[in-house]
Every structure is written in structure tokens, then in C-alpha cells.
């Protein structure tokens, strides 16, 4: 990431409609929300749950 991933924002009056474009156009695979079109969104999905059972399966330490 260190060496490919790049952070940019601008102030917009209705960000969600821009969110959605840029969805549809670009290759965000990490994103899920509005990417079901994505080849790797089925299984991000299946690696998140899988996270989320092993997670709540682990002792809470205090």
C-alpha cells in the first residue's frame, strides 16, 4: 500500500452522488457497498464473514 495507494479528497455539497460514480467507473475491489459488479466482491464478502465468525469466537481479553 505503501507504495500504490494514494489519498485525495475535495468538499462536496452532495458526496454520495459522487461516491457512486466513482464507484461505477473505477476498480475499487476493498469497497463492497454499490460494487457488487466487481469479480472479487463474492468472495471479499465470504473473507469478511469468515473474519467477523473467527472474531467473535476469540476470548475478550479485559
Known sequence: MAEHAR???LEH???WG???DLI???DLPLNLDQNRHNLF???LTE???QARR???E???SA
Open 7 to 9: 489519498v485525495c479528497w
Open 13 to 15: 455539497s452532495e458526496p
Open 18 to 20: 459522487l461516491e457512486s
Open 24 to 26: 461505477g467507473r473505477l
Open 41 to 43: 466482491h463474492p468472495r
Open 47 to 49: 473473507l469478511r464473514a
Open 54 to 56: 473467527r472474531a467473535g
Open 58 to 60: 476469540l476470548p475478550i
